[in-house]
């Protein structure tokens, strides 16, 4: 089972880390779409972006040092609110072994990364519309994203997907992907006086923690994830689905 997880737009560049990195397997693609994006300039940078000034600046000064720029493992970069609930810091070293063998996560710039891939800072989500040769950032990645993912799938051997990535960074893969794989999408829901209710950001760390509970219980089987229970999160079996597993936890 691959589990599929969005980036972050908060990047951790100090906490100390002892990985040794690996290699982006489109390392080459992501360096081409930095020197394309760095041409663009702060102001429209921001357009793209929707994003203040300050913000687009930034991003442009790193898109323009990218290639100097100081590496580290995604894992380790990454510090929004599914990689709160991850937690790389307290993982063990056979979790993260798991976790680079099992766990993707979709990039804008780089396509698809490992935990422990090498990646510079930046900030380009999937959903842009700009592209150097499409009008989309989704177009540009093309199959591309999805035939590596059905390379490693067919290599590990289960021919299932655990979809913890959002709508915006699933595009990539999922129309190529939904016929050929076994695809389980979970629904976090909070029970509030109103009802079952999505909330963003409890969804948002819920998919971290799921990924990490199958990483820390080498979990092979989809029917294991119905153990997960962490942050008082519980299996609703009336309101799932094989595709669509619900989880509940009290507001």
């Known amino acids: 089972m691959l589990i599929l997880l969005s980036p972050a737009k908060t990047l951790d560049l100090d906490t100390p880390f002892a990985d040794a990195p690996t290699s982006p397997r489109f390392a080459a693609d992501a360096g081409r779409l930095a020197r394309a994006a760095a041409k663009l300039g702060p102001l429209k940078l921001a357009e793209l972006m929707h994003i203040s000034p300050a913000l687009a600046e930034l991003n442009a000064k790193r898109f323009k040092g990218f290639a100097k720029a100081q590496e580290r493992p995604a894992i380790r970069m990454f510090a929004g609110d599914v990689y709160r ?3 790389a810091a307290s993982a063990d070293d056979d979790s993260m072994a798991f976790a ?3 766990v993707r996560i979709l990039s804008g710039l ?3 990364l490992r935990p422990l891939d090498a990646m510079r800072p930046y900030r380009l989500e999937m ?5 150097p040769k499409a009008d989309r950032l989704v177009d540009h990645w093309g199959n591309k994203v999805a035939k590596a993912l059905l390379a490693e799938l067919k290599e590990e051997g289960s021919g ?3 979809n913890l990535a959002s709508r915006e960074y699933y595009e990539v893969v999922g129309p190529k992907l939904l016929k050929k794989v076994r695809v389980i999408a ?3 829901r909070v029970r509030t006086a109103k009802g079952l209710t999505f909330q963003s950001f409890t969804a948002k760390v819920a998919r971290g923690a799921m990924a990490r509970f199958v990483c820390d219980e080498r979990i092979a089987d989809p029917a294991g994830l119905e153990g997960f229970d962490r942050d008082g999160w519980r299996f609703d079996a009336d309101g799932s689905s094989p595709a669509k597993p619900l989880f509940i936890r009290a507001g």
């Open 100 to 102: 680079q063998d099992h």
């Open 110 to 112: 780089y396509g698809i």
């Open 160 to 162: 299932t997907i655990l």
């Open 186 to 188: 979970p629904d976090f």
């Open 85 to 87: 609930g991850f937690d």
């Open 127 to 131: 959903g842009t519309r700009w592209a």
